[in-house]
């Protein structure tokens, strides 16, 4: 069955650095978004992503990040500098057309640690 | 935000038996809602969903109940299995003023299976 991969599993960065997250969405799939879970907080949304612009975002995604999908495969989430509080397990997720489903496909996500 | 709101952070059942995990929402826009299963260091799996013109949804062991007037969802697990003892997250989305389909998670509830 096709999945949602992420990579790298864990990503160590240091304070004001920048990082950047990898999804690859299931292949047919059309629309795709990031989810973020501060450890022991709630999954919440970050941004949603479809026919290469951001259709919706939080108000956590401020100017610090940015979503990409540059070569049909891969997308891909930004954090331009990195603070400690960004440190979340980060989740891709897809779904193959939202007018017939709204079952999002979610990876095994990120682990983002900012020292 | 409360707008999803698992209130029971634990549950307890012994295999064989029914487990109940319950969520409330305050969102009255929401028209589907969704029922994750989560292990420790995984993505969310879809497990099952129910959209607001329906009050339930069954797939094998797992259905979900909806009642809209109390804004309330459930979901039954019925027998229970060592294997369901997991993290569960309700999530509920709206089609309309959503472009992005964003999914608005609760807290979770942590299902313990035992033997």
């Known amino acids: 069955e096709p999945e949602v991969t992420q990579t790298p599993s864990h990503q160590v960065t240091q304070m004001g650095q920048e990082v950047i997250l990898r999804c690859v969405p299931i292949?047919?799939?059309?629309?795709f978004y990031w989810y973020r879970q501060i450890l022991g907080q709630k999954v919440e949304f970050l941004v949603s992503?479809?026919?290469?612009?951001?259709?919706?975002k939080s108000e956590i995604f401020d100017d610090q990040f940015s979503v990409e999908r540059p070569d049909g495969s891969n997308f891909t989430l930004k954090i331009r500098s990195t603070k400690l509080e960004d440190s979340a397990m980060y989740f891709c997720?897809?779904?193959?057309?939202?007018?017939?489903?709204?079952?999002?496909?979610f990876g095994p996500g990120t682990r983002l640690t900012v020292t | 935000d409360q707008q999803v709101k698992q209130n029971s952070p634990s549950l307890s059942v012994q295999e064989g038996r029914i487990s109940i995990l319950n969520c409330d929402y305050t969102?009255?826009?929401?028209?589907?809602f969704l029922w994750y299963k989560k292990y420790p260091a995984e993505g969310p799996t879809f497990l099952i969903s129910?959209?607001?013109?329906?009050d339930k949804n069954e797939d094998g062991r797992f259905t979900v109940f909806l009642n809209k007037s109390a804004k309330h969802l459930s979901l039954h697990i019925v027998p229970s299995q060592p294997g369901d003892s997991a993290v569960y997250f309700c999530a509920a989305g709206g089609t309309t003023n959503n472009a992005g389909n964003m999914l608005t998670f609760g807290g979770g509830t942590r299902l313990m299976v035992k033997p």
């Open positions: 129910i959209s607001s013109i329906k």
């Open positions: 997720a897809s779904i193959r057309d939202r007018t017939l489903s709204y079952e999002q496909y």
């Open positions: 992503f479809y026919n290469n612009e951001i259709s919706e």
């Open positions: 292949s047919n799939h059309l629309y």
């Open positions: 969102n009255s826009m929401f028209d589907y």
